[in-house]
């Protein structure tokens, strides 16, 4: 209220208090008609006070009618009243346009709060999840997208989760990509979008992709067997045309192998068989391979954590970490140096291997993992690269729940960092080491 309101209304107090005093002692009984005038006035007060009161407990009434300071006061009320159903009605045509707006996505919205309980959905959520309105408000998301997959997906650190694929509650041929976007501190938004379509033509590359791989190996396998038969051949010329088509099949072979790999890995074989690995011993190995590899054209170093270990899968693993390792020898030049480290950090167990090699370009490096991406194809001729080796080594991560960074300077070598993450993390115990060594 003003503040010239409220000096208004004390100017009138003290005028009335002033005649009052004035009309008692005109009577003779000026503090029994001061009593009597504040007595009077103080009722006043209470029975709107009391109006007031039950008002409040039932807003839905009139507002009452006053004189004084109260008209003012209900007057105020009565304004307040009016904006707030103006609010109101504004907040709820908002509402509808963005449930109209959101019933209209082919996209399935969810809306959960901290608890994970279902609070909003729109009409593509009730298609593609057989959600019901208002059946399912109040239930646990997990409650009805009963997938184990989900389940730990869903309970992880939101922090960089990245979007997942499951097949549909309701259809086992229809497969849904979930991602998860945090719009309020208490509240998260679930988009399901049908990627069907692009699952099945993702199947029916990976499908092609093996069986052109298995056929072809077969003839190549054949072909190189009469190969390495003709490999003495005496006439010169022959002899070198011989041991380039040696060379270039032997290519192929390769190709077809990392094919092979990567189809396996990008299938459902995967998951499950995970066990405690020993990393020290795997990358003991790998270190015997790579000194084969390298034929000591460089100085390798392995300094690796002897009771840090990880949960897994072992061949997939030794996969990742030796096309990382045949990379780092294949482009560092001879006399160059090559580091592998095993060793835990705050974040997770970390996989580093650096070398002196020739580096990556700064533009390459976002686009090295993918399938088939050469950085420069001089190189990749000189070397006889696939193009695969990367797009292994991030599949074999990602079905881990690890991280790949990478740091290269031209000319000056390249840094590949694996971060698994902490729950993946195992100590060695005690029986575990004597099972190592009455394996050795």
């Known amino acids: 209220m003003p503040a010239r309101a409220w000096k208004f209304h004390a100017m009138r107090w003290l005028f009335s208090a002033a005649l009052i005093l004035f009309l008692g002692w005109l009577a003779g009984y000026p503090a029994l008609v001061l009593i009597v005038s504040l007595g009077a006035y103080s009722a006043w007060h209470i029975v709107n006070g009391w109006r007031l009161h039950v008002w409040m407990r039932e807003p839905e009434r009139e507002i009452p009618e006053s004189y004084g300071i109260w008209r003012d006061i209900f007057d105020n009320m009565r304004s307040l009243q009016k904006h707030n159903r103006e609010q109101e009605q504004k907040y709820i045509s908002v509402i509808r346009d963005f449930q109209s707006l959101t019933d ?5 919205t969810v809306v959960i709060d901290e608890e994970g309980r279902i609070i909003w959905f729109n009409n593509a959520a009730e298609a593609l999840l057989g959600l019901k309105n208002p059946a399912d408000f109040g239930q646990a998301v997990t409650n009805l997208l ?6 730990k997906w869903f309970n992880a650190q939101p922090n960089g989760k990245k979007p997942l694929h ?3 509650p309701r259809d086992e041929n229809t497969w849904l990509e979930v991602s998860v976007v945090s719009f309020r501190q208490d509240q998260t938004l679930i988009i399901l979008r049908d990627i069907t379509e692009f ?4 199947q029916i590359r990976r499908d092609f992709v093996a069986n052109i791989s298995h056929e072809l190996r ?3 396998t054949v072909i190189l067997g009469y190969l390495e038969l003709l490999q003495n051949y005496p006439e010169p010329q022959v002899a070198q045309a011989i041991e380039r088509m040696l060379g270039q099949a032997s290519q192929i072979q390769h190709l077809l192998d990392d094919l092979l790999e990567l189809s396996r890995l990008q299938s459902d074989e995967i998951h499950g068989q995970e066990e405690n690995i020993n990393i020290h011993g795997l990358l003991m190995q790998l270190k015997e391979q790579g000194e084969e590899l390298s034929k000591g054209r460089h100085r390798l170093h392995f300094d690796v954590a002897d009771g840090l270990r990880l949960t897994g899968v ?6 990742a970490f030796s096309n990382l390792l045949a990379n780092a020898i294949k482009y560092t030049p001879d006399e160059g140096e090559i580091k592998v480290t095993w060793t835990d950090s705050p974040e997770g167990p970390r996989f580093i291997i650096s ?8 533009r390459d490096i976002p686009r090295v993992t993918e399938r088939f991406y050469r950085v420069g194809s001089d190189r990749a001729r000189q070397t006889g690269g696939s193009g695969l080796g990367l797009a292994i080594v991030k599949h074999v991560l990602n079905a881990h729940e690890a991280t790949l960074t990478i740091e290269s300077e031209l000319g000056e070598g390249s840094t590949f960092t694996c971060t698994f993450p902490p729950s993946r993390r195992r100590e060695k115990t005690a029986s575990s080491g004597k ?4 394996k050795n």
């Open 355 to 362: 070398d002196t090699g020739v580096g990556i370009p700064k």
């Open 435 to 438: 099972k190592d060594k009455n």
């Open 104 to 108: 209209a996505f082919p996209d399935a």
């Open 166 to 168: 499951i097949q549909s």
């Open 314 to 319: 072992a061949a997939d693993l030794d996969s």
């Open 146 to 151: 009963r997938s184990s997959v989900f389940s």
């Open 218 to 220: 077969t003839p190549l």
């Open 199 to 202: 699952h099945n033509v993702e």
